[in-house]
């Protein structure tokens, strides 16, 4: 059984940074489609960004992140960050990170393009 666990998330001053880990267990990073979603209070859980696993290889971002955020992966560790930079208020949220066997280009944005989910943990961007 795959599992996911974030860590890292905590409270942010604007502008800071902050690095978001995702460790998988049961399972190989490497061989999984990595993703990143995020939902702020009221809102619906959206798309921050993935790493398409080997084969493909390939990052996708919101454009709402892009330049700032970015997702790298350490297979010795089967962990995958996500590092956030220059961080708004607007990225205040529960972060969750996804994990999928399968590499379709046009699923890796959509909740539904991923079958394991971790418990998600929260980002404040505050002063």
């Known amino acids: 059984q795959v599992q996911l666990v974030e860590s890292g998330g905590g409270l942010v001053q604007p502008g800071g940074s902050l690095r978001l880990s995702c460790t998988v267990s049961?399972?190989?990073?490497?061989?999984?489609?990595m993703g990143w979603f995020r939902q702020a209070p009221g809102k619906e859980r959206e798309f921050v960004g993935a790493?398409?696993?080997?084969?493909?290889?390939?990052?996708h971002y919101a454009e709402s992140v892009k330049g700032r955020f970015t997702i790298s992966r350490d297979n010795a560790k089967n962990t995958v960050y996500l590092q956030m930079d220059r961080v708004n208020a607007e990225d205040t949220a529960l972060y969750y990170c996804?994990?999928?066997?399968?590499?379709?280009?046009?699923?890796?944005?959509?909740?539904?393009?991923?079958?394991?989910w971790g418990q998600g943990t929260q980002v404040t961007v505050a002063s």
């Open positions: 996804a994990a999928d066997a399968q590499s379709i280009l046009s699923s890796v944005r959509l909740e539904m393009g991923y079958r394991y």
């Open positions: 049961g399972g190989t990073v490497s061989r999984y489609t």
């Open positions: 790493l398409r696993r080997l084969g493909a290889n390939t990052y």
